[in-house]
């Protein structure tokens, strides 16, 4: 579970970055699921963008990533853009999880 000040953090280094996942009319689908999890398993903060078509909701996304990534946290939900973080399993791509444990 993150606390404020690592979501605080999290937002602040997500401000820059432009969305790396489009989800559209083709829903959550295992394809959508398995390209988050290899996203954030690489980069471990990782920007959602729902497109017009998409029929979810960001909450319902982020709900469901949730139940489906285990270790995923939403950080943020702006409008129809997610921030989610999970730690990375390779500890060569475990630059920002050493920065937020020191929070």
């Known amino acids: 579970m993150l606390t404020g000040k690592q979501k605080r953090y999290l937002r602040s280094q997500g401000m820059t970055m432009k969305p790396l996942i489009n989800l559209g009319k083709n829903g959550l689908s295992d394809t959508f699921v398995a390209g988050v999890f290899q996203a954030v398993d690489k980069r471990e903060l990782v920007k959602i963008s729902l497109l017009p078509a ?36 390779k500890a060569e791509n475990r630059q920002l999880s050493a920065a937020i444990a020191k929070l």
Do not use: D, F
């Open 54 to 89: 998409a029929e979810e909701t960001p909450k319902a996304v982020g709900a469901y990533l949730t139940n489906e990534v285990p270790g995923l946290e939403v950080a943020q939900t702006i409008g129809r853009t997610l921030l989610v973080y999970r730690e990375a399993s």
